[in-house]
């Protein structure tokens, strides 16, 4: 351990100058580890440099200690001519860099304190190879105003196609009266079902955008025909009666 204290001199080390060695670096500055393979031939000044890169100090404002794998102090590399490869460097052992420049600690952690770089929304807009310029060249997405609008209206179309009618009681759908609640101040007749639990409203679609013709799982709840039939939550049943829509198909016929 004397060499430990007073420092490890350069001297016959393993790598002798040459070939690479597995090191593991720690900073006084960062709670991290980083493991590195490092050409034994570096410099001590060389090799201050590249840990630069790694922990953030200045080169100039470092010590280093070096460390065996067992986290034994072997000593310290300050000499800045002699070769990482003079020391008894071995893979596994720990570089720790102390740093002497005044920054505290997680100041290179913290990287809300990096000034960041931010454009203005009219300089992104003038730049031909930003993600922005790719679409409007080739008219996708929202500078598709064409498409937009078409899409737009085919939405509301089905969904108008879609919406279940809220017939008069003299029109509701036949359900079992198992289980069901009957209320027309305020809505059809909802029951429980045998598919789903909770309380349902039988519809009759216009149009075929329904699932079944009345009857789920083998038990019949109401009487139409095939795919005109659905159930429903009594909230998503809209008040009013809706004529059957005329999209004019059979006069072009």
Known sequence: MAAAESGAAPGPGLGLGAGSVSLAVSSSLNAFRAHKRYSTGLTIAEFKCKLELVVGSPASCMDLELYSAEEELLGRLDCDEALLGSYPVADGCRVHVIDRSGARIGEYEDVSQVEKYEMTESDYDKRPESLRSFLRQRRWGHYDTEGTRRRAAESSSNARRRRPHWWPPSLWAPVARSGCRDN?????????????????????????????????????????????????????????????????????L
């Open 184 to 252: 027309p101040a305020n809505g059809p007749p909802s029951c429980q079902t045998d598919f789903k639990p909770g309380y349902w409203v039988g519809v009759r679609y216009d149009e075929p955008l329904g699932k079944h013709d009345g009857s789920v799982g083998g038990r019949r709840y109401f009487e139409c025909q095939p795919k005109y039939g659905a159930f429903v939550k009594p909230q998503s049943v809209t008040p009013g009666d809706f004529p059957e829509e005329d999209d004019g198909l059979e006069d072009e």
